[in-house]
């Protein structure tokens, strides 16, 4: 009876019933608009180039979409990218130690952060607004100090090649293939796995979850680990890819982060969001700012737009979930 | 009463879809007396009110308000026109004042820019004087009301407006008794200064005891009516449900032998003392008590949330750590909480994560999670407790209260625990549902499931318990086995 239920609905129905759906289709009609007005801008090159140059944003926002489907999220992603380069810069400059040790150091500097801030929210309870706000300003200022505001700069490693620069058969950049990897790790994660499950019923009724034996805050700590792991591993590739850091770098990514999320359908509430719908929200931000660079715009006008590429996004997602309720 | 009737309702239909909510419903209410509605979820009582106070346009038919036509396009129509209605959520302004939230409004006092405090709370306290006769702070801030006070506000509020016909939607599934009483008598009060009352209620003594007529809907149709004098439980729950109710439900006898669970001298400060007592498998422990009187902080402890903070639990002879939900269901012993929206069900998901949501752990295979395995468990719950459901991949939201609470109860058979703690299994479902819930209680405990059950329906408590506590201002004021207890008994012992 089961099976003859899920048949009865055509193959278009389930693709139309699909939360991203709406996400896919804002991409393409974008693409498909950009397309149109520039012939550069849908060949393989530029492709590759929105998603190398959105793949640290990417990779943080997919973990910040696990944190808001939660429940809670995190301010202060963009200063644990600050803090890992930075721990990573100084070992690996001022005291000389190897660029493998250096990052796995600054890594587990970012991890210890990411630890800190679910330990914050599991004790106190404060919302986590307000607490990520205050270990934001917090980290930044450790990032500060440690580097002396200055920017640091590497020598060229292999270690750069791997995480930043090199460019598999001259063409796909391997930021890319990180995204890709921790795109699928972090789906997998979120919609096949236990814990995935967990991060839902924590998000949508913490009490129900609580009295259905889920350790919640667990899950939430488990979270924002994920958070300052996904804003590490952003913080190597960028250290990689550019072979400096600065104390001040990531300043801002922490709300386009939200921002991608909330485009992919994410909603704020809890409960409800997919990594699918995240990284076509990411894309869509890329492919607005691309587009419009190729376009010739006004690089002032351009945050104008993204801006209100998210309200359009959110106005959208919020009509056509209503429809299918 | 030679004059026409204050509202005439004539021949009003509505549908949505193929779904006849409303099929040619007629009834009048008189001036100045209490219009009960009875009816279960679903029969058409939301849809006509709706339709009075200018949410839904009927399809067909005629009402009248005072010998005039009555079709407000809107709520705000239907307010001009005297009509306010009371939900079973109260929305106020909690951190304002009783005399704001009354006047709260266009046409709040003013002085100058501002609004003028002394004048609003001068008429406040007369307003409590004359409509209700009761005295009143007005300065008391809203979230420092209990909910019965909050009622009372927002009657006022409405009746400074001069409501003519107040709708009471299920006034009191949040008050005490004594709350009730209260209500009961301002009701009274008002009726005599000329303002009509419908009063909707699942509970039928107080429909009895409140109500000059009561009329009954079942599948949208009006299927009598009823006057005062003519009242009778057995036959208002007949017209009801359309059945009978079974009084007489086979109870199974103990197999005796070892206590399967043992509660000795729990307690938790502010909530309840020395509570102790003794389960054999298969049996149903009844836990009777007003609002307040401990009964659900109990309940509650032997999940552990929160837990007890003194005594001791043993389970088959061993004792056992209750401190969180996580170390209950490790001793066997499921959950069904009191309010399932907020505390039970899982709203964006469907109906199988719903149902394996309790040691969902279990279901993982080779890391990944298990969703043949989900879906399996899931049609084994449908069919066995015959859930009504599209499919188990339907979202929980689309099932009815009834068979969303039975998911609740599926959650922990899926567990196979083996003590179940239910806290009111039939809050918030119709009729129908309330019986198949009872049933499938009393066949779960033929099959060895033990229950402890706590609920303010006393009816409900002495069809299902093999015993009954009953709690009383935090202590066990009476246990009663099966046959000595009835509902007098029961009220006595847990209001004296």
């Known amino acids: ?316 997602n919020v009509r056509l979930s209503a429809r299918r309720r | 009463m030679g004059e026409p009737p204050f509202l005439v309702v004539q021949n009003v239909s509505k549908a949505f879809g193929p779904t006849r909510a409303l099929d040619s419903v007629s009834l009048a209410v008189e001036k100045g007396t209490v219009f009960g509605l009875a009816g279960e979820n679903g029969a058409g009582k939301s849809t006509l009110i709706k339709i009075l106070c200018g949410v839904h346009s009927p399809d067909a038919g005629n009402v009248a308000l005072d010998g005039r036509p009555h079709r407000p396009r809107d709520t705000e129509e239907a307010e001009k026109a005297g009509i306010a209605v009371f939900h079973q959520e109260i929305p106020v302004c909690p951190n304002l004042s009783v005399a704001a939230n009354v006047f709260l409004g266009p046409a709040m006092p003013r002085r100058g820019i501002g609004p003028d405090w002394k004048r609003m709370n001068g008429r406040c306290v007369e307003l409590y004087r004359s409509l209700l006769g009761e005295e009143i702070d007005p300065e008391r801030l809203v979230k420092d009301c209990t909910a019965a006070e909050k009622q009372l506000a927002l009657l006022v509020r409405v009746l400074s407006r001069e409501a003519r016909l107040v709708i009471l939607d299920e006034p009191t599934t949040a008050l005490t008794p004594p709350e009730v009483a209260r209500l009961f008598a301002i009701v009274q009060r008002l009726q005599k200064q000329g303002i009509t009352f419908i009063f909707i209620s699942h509970m039928l003594e107080e429909l009895v005891q409140l109500s000059d007529t009561i009329s009954v809907l079942r599948d949208g149709r009006n299927v009598g009516v009823l006057r005062r004098g003519e009242f009778e439980l057995q036959r208002l729950s007949e017209m009801i449900a359309g059945r009978t109710l079974s009084r007489t439900a086979p109870r199974n006898p103990l197999r005796g032998g070892a206590p399967h669970m043992e509660v000795k001298g729990l307690g938790l400060p502010g909530e309840f003392q020395d509570v102790s007592f003794r389960l054999q498998r298969g049996e149903i422990l009844g836990i009777a008590g007003l609002q307040g009187s401990g009964r659900s902080a109990l309940v509650r402890a032997l999940f552990g949330a929160p837990p007890a903070a003194t005594g001791e639990v043993v389970v088959e002879g061993r004792p056992v750590a209750l401190a969180t939900p996580v170390q209950a269901m490790a001793a066997g012993i499921g959950y069904v909480p009191e309010d399932r929206k907020a505390l039970g069900v899982f709203h964006d998901m469907d109906v199988k994560t719903n149902v394996c949501m309790a040691g969902i752990d279990r279901y993982t295979r080779r890391g990944f999670l298990d969703t043949p395995g989900l879906r399996r468990t899931a049609c084994q719950m449908r069919d066995g407790l015959s859930i009504k459901m599209q499919s188990v991949d339907a979202p929980i939201r689309s099932l009815s209260g009834g068979s969303q609470q039975k998911v609740l109860i599926s959650r922990w058979l899926a567990l196979k625990p083996s003590i179940l703690v239910m806290n009111e299994p039939t809050r918030g479902v119709d009729v129908g549902a309330k019986k198949e819930i009872i049933d499938l209680i009393l066949g779960l405990s033929a099959e060895g499931y033990t229950f402890v059950v706590s609920s303010s329906e006393l009816d409900e408590l002495i069809l299902l318990s093999n015993r009954i506590l009953v709690m009383n201002r935090g202590r066990v004021s009476q246990e009663l086995v099966a046959g000595e207890a009835t509902k007098d008994k029961l009220v006595l012992a847990a209001t004296t």
Not at chain 1, 123 to 137: D, E, K
Not at chain 1, 143 to 167: C, N, T, Y
Not at chain 1, 192 to 215: M, P
Not at chain 1, 280 to 307: K, N, P, S
């Open chain 1, 1 to 316: 009876m089961e099976s003859t239920a899920r048949a009865r609905l055509t193959a278009i129905q389930r693709i139309l019933r699909q939360r991203d759906f709406g996400v896919l289709v804002a991409a393409v009609l974008i693409a498909a608009f950009f397309s149109v007005i520039t012939p550069v801008f849908l060949t393989p090159y530029n492709i590759f180039n929105i998603l190398r140059q959105t793949a640290e944003l990417g990779i943080i926002a997919m973990a910040m979409t696990i944190l808001i489907v939660a429940g809670e999220f995190d301010l202060s992603v963009g200063a644990i990218y600050a803090v890992t380069g930075v721990v990573t810069g100084f070992l690996a400059t001022r005291l000389g130690l190897d660029i493998w040790l250096a990052a796995t150091a600054g890594m587990a500097a970012g991890l210890l952060l990411g630890f800190l801030n679910g330990l914050l929210i599991a004790t106190t309870r404060i919302n986590s607004f307000i607490a990520t706000l205050s270990t934001m300003m917090v980290f930044r200022g450790i990032a500060m100090v440690l580097s002396q505001g200055q920017p640091i700069s590497f020598k060229l490693d292999f270690f750069m090649d791997l995480f930043g620069r090199a460019e598999i058969g001259g063409m796909l950049p391997v930021p890319v293939l990180w995204f890709a990897a921790w795109g699928a790790f972090a789906y997998v994660l979120l919609h096949r796995t236990t814990f995935g499950v967990k991060v839902f019923a924590t998000g949508d009724n913490r009490e129900a979850a609580d009295l259905a034996g889920i350790q919640t805050m667990r899950v939430k700590r488990v979270a924002f680990l994920l958070t300052s792991l996904a804003s590490g591993l952003a913080a190597l590739i960028s250290l990689s890819f550019l072979k400096t850091v600065t104390p001040t770098q990531g300043t801002g990514l922490e709300l386009e982060a939200i921002a991608a999320a909330v485009i992919g359908g994410t909603a704020m509430s809890g409960g409800v969001g997919s990594i699918i719908g995240t990284f076509l929200g990411t894309f869509i931000m890329a492919e607005v700012r691309t587009g419009l660079v190729l376009l010739g715009t006004d690089a002032y006008v351009q945050e104008a737009f993204v801006g209100l590429v998210i309200a359009l996004a959110v106005i959208v």
